[in-house]
């Protein structure tokens, strides 16, 4: 397992590889469709050079304290074009979610500069076991997609696709496609 830490540095994401096991640490952002509209429309400078979890966490309040409760990714994919965006204007270059990004646009995007991260759909409860609430943002979206600051540590991750261009999502398709066609010769 690869320990990594925020901030992350351009020279450690170049390192990672698509099938690198990550125990991820530091601050993240919870995004999804109505924060990206948000943070592309306004400035959001607190997600500058940060991290954006897919995910609309679950929580409970106990006085003046929020527990996550539940917080499993959501699907990455309606976000292509909006993560692009947000690649660029906020210099973000770690993205987590599940099902991946795979488009060649968002590859080429990453290049050298970004990685994919997924994080395993129905983990939900034991990830909001590595999280602490930091702040909230834009809590009138309500839970789901207001944006959540968010402190892990230990949060284990898969590199599915890397700063190269490589992609476990492209590679498994190509795979599957031969399968097909052998089959049904």
């Known amino acids: 397992m690869i320990k990594l830490n925020t901030p ?30 948000y943070i592309l429309k306004h400035n959001f400078s607190a997600i500058k050079n940060g991290v954006i979890y ?8 106990e006085g003046k304290k929020i527990i996550p409760i539940s917080a499993g990714p959501t699907t990455s994919t309606r976000f292509m074009e909006r993560s692009i965006k947000v690649m660029h204007k906020y210099h ?13 646009k968002v590859k080429q995007a990453m290049k050298n500069k970004a990685i994919y991260l997924a994080a395993v759909g129905g983990a939900g409860v034991l990830y909001a076991q590595t999280m602490k609430i930091k702040n909230i943002y834009l809590k009138e979206l309500g839970m789901a997609d207001a944006i959540w600051e968010i402190e892990v540590k230990n949060f284990p991750l ?15 398709y190509l795979q599957s496609k031969k399968k097909i066609k052998k089959f049904l010769k």
């Open 8 to 37: 992350i540095k351009l020279n450690e994401i170049k390192k990672l590889r698509v099938g690198d096991e990550i125990l991820f640490s530091g601050t993240i952002f919870t995004v999804r469709d109505q924060a990206y509209n």
């Open 54 to 61: 897919h995910a609309g966490p679950i929580v409970k309040q």
């Open 92 to 104: 973000v270059n770690i993205f987590i979610g599940k099902a991946g990004m795979d488009d060649s």
């Open 158 to 172: 898969i590199v599915t696709m890397d700063s190269k261009g490589h992609s476990i999502y492209h590679d498994i």
